[in-house]
Nanobody, 125 residues
Framework: VQLVESGGGLVQAGGSLRLACAASGRTFSSLVVGWFRQTPGKEREFTATITWNDGSTYYADSVKGRFSISRDNAKNTVYLQMNSLKPEDTAVYYC???????????????????WGQGTQVTVSP
């Protein structure tokens, strides 16, 4: 499975961005897909996840109510809509996918099998 992220960039605080994660090599139909983020010197942080079979979602508390993860079956793509962005949201955002089944909090704890290269998101004050 190859994952390619896009949509990162520079935005002012309060603004919005939409990230996309496109998959090739395998459809998302049996995968859980998640978004993570990482800043220099810090561990990678779970952000959001979506299951492909029923589309259930789970979010980190830090982004709940501001970020929304969704999928497009026809395009084999998962999106992360980010609203009300804050400077502390600045990070490299990674898309990841796994073959294991999970739900809710568990999806933030199980190791993911496939990772994209990441896309930079910078939020200015």
């Amino acid at each position: 499975v190859q994952l390619v992220e896009s949509g990162g960039g520079l935005v002012q605080a309060g603004g919005s961005l939409r990230l996309a994660c496109a998959a090739s090599g395998r459809t998302f139909s049996s995968l859980v897909v998640g978004w993570f983020r990482q800043t220099p010197g810090k561990e990678r942080e779970f952000t959001a996840t979506i299951t492909w079979n029923d589309g259930s979602t789970y979010y980190a508390d830090s982004v709940k109510g501001r970020f929304s993860i969704s999928r497009d079956n026809a395009k084999n793509t998962v999106y992360l809509q980010m609203n009300s962005l804050k400077p502390e949201d600045t990070a490299v955002y990674y898309c990841a996918a796994m073959l294991s089944d999970c739900s809710g909090y568990g999806c933030s704890q199980i190791p993911y099998d496939y990772w994209g290269q990441g896309t930079q998101v910078t939020v200015s004050p």
